[in-house]
């Protein structure tokens, strides 16, 4: 049975040992989910002086987005389940010289910040793996001042994310895991269609708009992709948690045989499709 609180210890550790690697690929993520954060940034309405919650911020490469835009006279808090994930974003931006950029631990489904904060909230490629995404969204429009936008990243369906979808079909073949019921977190938990108009709509959002922008994973080859996946990439580990050493070797070798596919005279193309899902409070 589906344990939402082992399930979070879990995705948290996998991050806390994932956050190097998301970190050393950063660039290469800014380029790949580049269009789709200026989308949701777009769609926030993020502009001078706005304030930002950012959830499920990772390493921050939205964040950082969101900070440029808001200038000096704006703010972006960043928040993260993985304490490892928020270190790097905030030397990130310090680096970057963002003085408007401040982090803090929180679970994003018990999102403990002064309500009607903010004016907007984003969250990229994090709302998918919340156990409780009603939860989740509760909190994120009561932070926001009435009228304020929540604009978050998601994966479309299986089907038009090949890149991900193959090794997750592998994985779960391998590691003898039945597909996730309905409500249950995942990469595709909110891809199909209606299902994310109607979560934020029953959360309490209003002018709730879906936009698909898409996102092609392009490397140099699906040996590159498979390593990027394996070495980023928390849910995949989560699922691969109960095979051993060997096991778990196996199923990286298969994923990049059947990666291949994807190969051309351009080097690795992967098919990728994510969804912009807005709306107001």
Known sequence: MFDPQQYKTTTRDQWEEAAEAWHRWGAFIEAWLGPSTERMLDVAGITTGSRVLDVAAGTGGQSLAAARRTGPSGSVLATDISPAVLRYAASEAAAAGLDNVRTRELDGEDLAVPAGEFDAVISRVGLIYFPDQRAALAGMRAALRPGGRLAAVVYSTADRNAFFSVPVGIIRRRAQLPPPAPGQPGPFSLGAPGVAEQLFTVAGFHDVRVETVPSPVRLTSAAECTRFEQESFGALHQ????????????????????????????????????LVVSGVS
């Open 239 to 274: 699922m691969l948690s109960g095979l051993s050493k060997q096991e778990r070797s196996a199923a990286w070798t298969e994923i990049e045989a059947a990666l291949r596919e994807f190969e051309g005279a351009d080097g690795f193309t992967g098919p990728c499709e994510m």
